[in-house]
């Protein structure tokens, strides 16, 4: 990085040392045993509170979890011991914490009935299927969350980076799917998370390395050693992203034919509209308003033929309250 852009991004009247620097993020720094008894309680807590949040789907009560969860500090100091090529521990505090916190969805997993579904709760259907998006707005917070701990007078944004990357939550959303029966959505989660530790990682790396915080040059073995290992996990993330991210808008083209369909379909009845279309576990819930009755369903079965993929599910609902299970496409 230029001197003159970093010293814009971060002035030099501004920017804390490299000691103030690991005081902050290095657990094992200064008083250890506060700091580490500290970061366990704080954490504990924050996933009790965002596990309450997404099984009442409240959105406020998760950003509260994410306000006060205190696992970027650990991630951010391996992000400056890769730089400062020194062994911190923070690794083991990212692991033990993200087990910690799977462990307390995995527990309130015991709350959600059997019959529950998933994926009509927004806050675990929002954090399973992650995207390309994803990484790139985890990218950008991690960038600003570096900056705002390399500069003594910007610390106040520190809370809307702990909302914005969002570390806890899909935890607990990993935990409460696995311990109801759903490993596939689990996984989703658990990509996420690694989506945002990769993130956090590397811009912190760069924003750290860019302001002198690194040591003396390391040897080119560690060197090279270090850029294939962030480079293998990498892959590992952002293959699974694209892939899911392609899932996302197959899934949304589908939708949308679905609902061309259903517009035919409703076509001879006077006054009837589609008002929606969602896909929820696979199944296509059709919602329509209607003054009268329906034409037959299994009309509309027959015109989703080769439409979408066969074995689909197929739930008309109506503004009426009348679910109807049409039956599944093809069968």
Not at 161 to 167: D, G, N, Q, R, Y
Not at 227 to 250: D, E, F, I, Q
Request: contains cysteine.
């Amino acid at each position: 990085m230029p001197a003159r852009v970093r010293d814009r991004l971060v002035p030099a009247a501004q920017r804390r040392t490299r000691a103030e620097l690991a005081a902050d993020l290095e657990l094992r720094a200064g008083d250890g045993t506060a700091k580490v008894s500290a970061f366990w309680t704080m954490l504990i807590l924050s996933a009790v509170i965002a596990a309450a949040g997404v099984l009442a789907d409240s959105t406020a009560t998760v950003i509260g979890a994410m306000v006060i969860a205190p696992l970027s500090t650990p991630i951010m100091g391996l992000a400056l011991g890769l730089v400062r090529q020194t062994r911190t521990g923070a690794g083991r505090y990212v692991l033990g914490g993200a087990a910690a916190v799977v462990a307390v969805g995995l527990l309130a997993s015991l709350a959600v009935p059997r019959s529950y579904d998933l994926l009509s709760n927004g806050q675990i259907s929002g954090r399973t299927s992650p995207g390309l998006a994803d990484l790139i707005a985890a990218m950008a917070t991690g960038l600003a969350g570096a900056v705002a701990l390399a500069r003594r007078d910007v610390a106040a944004v520190l809370p809307g980076v702990a909302i914005a990357v969002s570390l806890v939550p899909p935890l607990v959303v990993a935990g409460v799917c696995l311990g109801d029966g759903a490993p596939g959505l689990a996984l989703g989660a658990l990509v996420l998370f690694l989506s945002n530790v990769l993130c956090l990682v590397l811009a912190g790396t760069f924003i750290f390395a860019a302001l002198g915080y690194r040591a003396a040059a390391p040897a080119a073995r560690t060197r090279t050693r270090a850029r294939l290992a962030l480079g293998g996990l990498g892959l590992l993330v952002v293959v699974p992203l694209a892939l899911s991210t392609a899932a996302n808008y197959l899934v949304a083209a589908w939708e949308n034919r679905v609902e061309q369909v259903a517009d035919e379909w409703l076509a001879a009845e006077p006054g009837a509209a589609v008002t929606g279309v969602r896909t929820e576990s696979r199944t296509f819930h059709v919602s329509v308003h209607t003054p009268g009755g329906l034409p037959p369903v299994a009309d509309l079965l027959a015109r989703l033929d080769g439409v979408v993929p066969d074995g689909s599910p197929v739930v008309v609902e109506t503004t009426r309250g009348r679910t109807i299970d049409a039956g599944n496409v093809g069968s």
